[in-house]
Every structure is written in structure tokens, then in C-alpha cells.
């Protein structure tokens, strides 16, 4: 029988930075078992590969006061690229409610520590962006170290790093069963036989409550299908614009290669494992694009290009991190809503710190654990894409 230190399920962004980290701990015993031929065919592939600093809370924004720099120094510690570009997000307030509201992130965001946000006037970004329909806009925020990474590449550095340190890889594997007895966990029944190792991370992405029920564990996450529209090539908006968000609907766009992608929550979207493309999405989005961007009324559009992906959602759109109450070794890192990409390199650290000595400096873990449910410590996050 095989064994293992560690067990990770799922080789998406998160269980491959969460592999990396254990590994640059020193941790070599590592399998990473994926059920797909290839790595990235659930939400890491299908990502917009944003990342940013500018939330609403804490915990959120130390995550991504790790994740962010790591990003930028990728290619450089681990040798593969991310395509990290710190193009900037920029959030467009329409009303004072929404202004005060950028303003209340950024006093908490530079006193968190963030260095490269600031307030914008209206007229500032009239001026910035003179293609925007910006009558109503009255201000904004601006972080100039945010940007996008390419989700693929990452997850792939990750991994091929790891696995180059002595990490282990199964691919086309499905894991059907975890075995616990009194002290915990003892093994993982997979297709490919089994594994005994006392410590498993559940990395599943969209799936992970299924993964979780394997180990007797009820965990609250949902898919939601979040839609993206990419546009064929258009030169009538800048190319090094940022992420721009117009907080009236939530419509937000960035440059992607030669066009644009296009992105909208739509409120009236339910849970479930749709992934199926709707094509009436595309006017949605267009009917917003055109109305704050005039000259997107003539954005090129091919339907067949665009996709649909599901987010993992959690009731407090929060990530929930950390050993499974009363499942010793069980260790999950799953419902991040949105935000898996951006905070996997936060996530790793925080996973191996949790399996290899217990605790984290990296931010206060016990905020993200599973209890918080059962205990009504539901965390609030507002700056939700």
C-alpha cells in the first residue's frame, strides 16, 4: 500500500500552491491527486484571473498582501511565469453611499498596510478614461498593484515546481473513500488503490462538499456559474486600462489579449453545477458594456468563444480554511467565492503552516474555520465581484 505525509485532493490553483508550500517547507511526501486528465479543468481554468487588495475586510485584504507580492516575485523563486500585470482595479462610485463606502476600504486598507491605493475624483477619471460614460461618476478607488495573473500558468508553476521537489502527481485518479478511526484519518481509497496517510487537504474547488462527505463532514459549500464574455480584437478602449468596476450594477471588464473580457454577477443566476454557456448572457452584459462604455455598442462578439465556470460558495462568501472539527488530518481549503486564484498563494502558506506546525502568523485562522458557521461568526465581506 502506498502511503503519504500529506494527501491533497484536488490540483487546481489552491491544491497546487498548497502542494508548493509544503514542499518549500521541506515536506516531500506529498500525492496530489487529480481526478481529471489535466490539471485546471474545473473554475481555475475557466477564471478572469483577477487580483486585488481593495476589500472591505481584514482578513481579505492580508491575503492578499501575501498573495500579491508573491505573484509579482513568481517567475523569479519558482522559474515558471504567472503573467502577473499590475494593470491596477479601478471601482467607480456612482452615488455618495457608494463613495463613502471606497472610502471607509481605503482608511482600513492603507492602515493595513497597503501602499498603493488612493481615492480618485470624478474628473480624475473622466480624465484617465475619457471613453467611460462618466457623468455619474462621482469618485473612485485605484490600486495600482493590482492586476490580473494568468490562472492556468500559475496553478501549472505551482505544480511542475513542487512536483520537481519531489511531490507526487496522479492524474485520472478518483478518490471514493477516507477512512477515520478515533484519532482521525488513515488512509484515502482511490481508484488507483490505497493510500495511507494521516493528513488530507480537501482542494475539490465546486465539489468539495462531496469530497468532505467522504470524511463524514457536512460542508456548506455551493457551484454557482459565473458567465464570461471574451470580445474578438478592439482598439477603441486603451489596452493598459485596469480592471474597472461600475459599482451602479456590478458590471466590470479588462483588457484580455487583443479584446476585452467582459463580466457580470447576475443576481438572478441559483446554485448548482451548470456550466453550460447560456447565450442570452451576451446581450446582458453587452446591454451594461455599451451603456458605460459608448464605443463597446460596437464590441466584437463571438458567442462560441465565451464560457461559463463555477464559483465554490460559501454562506459568507469567505474561504473556509483549516482542520475539519472532530476529523483530526481532515483539512479543507475550499469555498473561496470568487477569490481562489488571487489568495491560492496566501492559501498555501496558511494550509502547510496549519499542517506542519499547527498554527499560522500568516493571519488569524481560527476567523476562517468551519465552526464559525455552527457558531454564527459569519464574516461579512461587501467588495464581492
Known sequence: MQTADVVIIGAGIVG?????????????????IERASA????????????VRAQFSMPISIQMSLYSIPFYADFEQQLGFPCDYRPQGYLFCATNRKQLAYLHTNYQLQVKMGLKDVRLLAGDEIRSMFP?????????????????FVDPYSAMNGFMSWASDHGATLWKNTVVCGIQRDNDGVVSVETTRGRVATQKVVNCAGAWAAEVAAL???????????????????????????????????????RPEARGFLLAWNDPEETTGFKTDFDPGFIEKVLTRAADRVPCFANLPVNPKRAWAGLYEMTPDHHPILGQAPGVPGFFLA????????????ATGKILSDLILAGKTDLIDASLLNLSRFAEDRLIHETAVL
Open 334 to 345: 475550499n469555498g473561496f467565492s470568487g477569490h481562489g486564484v488571487m489568495h491560492a498563494p
Open 39 to 50: 490539471l485546471g479543468k474545473g473554475s481555475t481554468g475557466k477564471s478572469m484571473g483577477g
Open 215 to 253: 470524511a463524514g463532514v457536512d460542508l456548506p459549500v455551493q457551484p454557482l456559474r459565473r458567465m464570461l464574455v471574451p470580445s474578438e480584437p478592439f482598439d477603441e478602449f486603451p489596452h493598459t486600462a485596469p480592471m474597472i468596476i461600475d459599482m451602479s450594477n456590478g458590471f466590470h471588464f
Open 131 to 147: 471613453q467611460l460614460r462618466a457623468d455619474d461618476i462621482l469618485g473612485g478607488s485605484f490600486c495600482s498593484t493590482d492586476g
Open 16 to 32: 497546487s500552491s498548497i502542494a508548493y508550500h509544503l514542499t518549500a517547507a521541506g515536506c516531500r511526501n506529498i500525492l496530489v
